[in-house]
């Protein structure tokens, strides 16, 4: 949190924000964020009476209502599952299954109808909804055994169109799409903390024994498993035996293979930056 005020305030220093009043501030937030948020352009209904038609069953106030229900019924198909089932069970299943995927599928032909491919894709939402039910159709196909039930798991990416349909849980999910790039770079500044104490640690703990904190996942012995270790360090998970670790002396070690009492400066340091 410490780490987030401080990089805002000093952006908004680098910007120029801390010379306007808290009222202008915002304004100009706000106005940053419309900026990132796409136009949406209101669909107008065909002339074909075919088309029409789809435009106006996509379209019905009551339509995405029942969608959303048919979305939670297919997350719950999917969290019915469990180990050793009967055969009535996995045939009701397998029914309810076929039922979603065609009705997803018959969803995509309609709104493709109403409008065109080209408009149809440029919506994020119907990306999501066709990905999702073209894996469906792939698995049903194509695999069986664990693939299959690997590639249905996919369908749990259906319940984010819930987001679409409701305004406040919308509102929060394009917030936290316009934080993304501030949250990037304060990523990319941990990432780098990561990377200098990965590097000192190999170079300093690299040829400890393997001992109660140090074993064969969790070590210094090079960069990948420094930085795998750095990480488990940061939850709070064992971290006070990894110091210890990395701390031994003779008559536990010897030669070489023995740690030094400067591992508790580093892994404190450490875990101070984290926090």
Sequence with gaps: GVLFDQFHTVKEHNQGLHLVSE??????????????LPLVAKPKPPKSSTRQFCFSIVNHKYYEFFAIWIILLNLGLLTSNYYNMDDQHEKAVDAISYFSVSYFTLEAIFKILASDPITYLSDPWNKLDISTTAATWICIFQFSGSSIAAIRAVRCAKVLRIFSNTKGIELLFQTLIACLPGCMNVGMLLFVIFFVFGVFGVSAFGNVMKNRGINDY???????????SLYQASTSEGWVAMMEGCSVQPPECSGGNCGTQWARFYFVFFMFLEI
């Design 218 to 228: 969790t070590n210094f012995e090079n960069l990948a498993y420094a930085l795998v």
């Design 23 to 36: 009222h202008q501030r915002s304004w100009i937030q706000a106005q940053k964020v419309l900026l990132r």
